[in-house]
């Protein structure tokens, strides 16, 4: 019976998490969306094999659409399918979110950008984020502050152990 628990080990768990898109942007919101994956992509998934560095989401038609993920296909994946790594994927949102989306992009300037992909139950979920690029000075000065917190945990950590 103990080893029913077993079989959910993946759920919750992270799969993905872009940083590059902390350092280039500023997030205001963030969303929760389902994607609309294959099979071979789900397994390749599982395996850790994506890379969302490159990727962002862009309105077509009334509908929100995740371009340049990649995920590389397993060996082992079928051979009646054409895997493609870089296809353009579906994300699912409520009507209300995707309008709420499509209002800050057009109107406001704002750019989709995916932040984190991971396991919610069974199904995949990518938390997107409604973000502003970041001028260089705004990168430095929030690397300042990086370095300014980490220093400041290592003084009280030492501070702490002398106690």
Do not use: C
């Not at 963030?30 to 989401?57: C, S, T, V």
């Not at 038609?61 to 399918?81: C, D, Q, R, Y």
């Not at 970041?134 to 000065?141: M, Y």
């Amino acid at each position: 019976m103990a080893k029913a628990k077993d079989k959910d080990k993946h759920a919750g768990g992270t799969i993905a998490l872009n940083k590059r898109a902390r350092h280039e942007y500023h997030i205001d919101e963030r969303y929760e969306a389902g994607i609309a994956l294959q099979g071979w992509e789900l397994k390749a998934l599982r395996a850790g094999r994506i890379n969302f560095g490159d990727g962002y989401a862009v309105v077509l038609k009334g509908e929100i659409f995740l371009i340049g993920t990649s995920i590389p296909p397993l060996i082992s994946a079928s051979t009646h399918v054409i895997a493609e790594d870089r296809r353009t994927r579906k994300l699912l949102l409520h009507k209300q979110e995707i309008d709420q989306l499509i209002g800050a992009v057009e109107r406001k300037g704002y750019t989709l950008v995916p932040i984190a992909m991971y396991w919610k139950g069974n199904k995949v979920k990518v938390e997107i984020g409604l973000a502003r690029g970041k001028q260089a000075h705004d990168k430095r000065d929030a690397e300042k502050e990086r370095d300014w917190q980490r220093e400041k945990q290592r003084t009280m950590r030492a501070h702490n152990r002398d106690a």
